[in-house]
């Protein structure tokens, strides 16, 4: 468990070195991934992937935008951000 934590740790040390154009070209590196790995998929598992794909994006998805949403809202009633 000890190497888990510190793996965790320098894998924070290094997304804080990250900038914005490193964490996209991630993001996209993941995603060709997954369309390789769809397309390559036989149609009768295609649906049952589907299915496990979509459960794990809004697994992900939904509390990045609840931490975001907030952020974004204040933002534009600072005027940070004009919409």
């Not at 995603?31 to 049952?48: A, E």
């Amino acid at each position: 468990m000890d190497n888990i934590k510190k793996f965790l740790n320098k894998s924070e040390d290094i997304a804080h070195d990250m900038e914005w154009k490193d964490f996209l070209l991630l993001k996209v590196c993941l995603i060709s991934l997954g369309v390789m790995v769809g397309l390559n998929l036989p149609k009768q598992k295609k649906d049952k992937f589907f299915g496990f794909a979509a459960g794990v994006f809004f697994m992900t998805y939904i509390p990045l935008i609840v931490k975001f949403f907030p952020k974004f809202i204040n933002a534009i009633k600072t005027k940070d951000i004009i919409l």
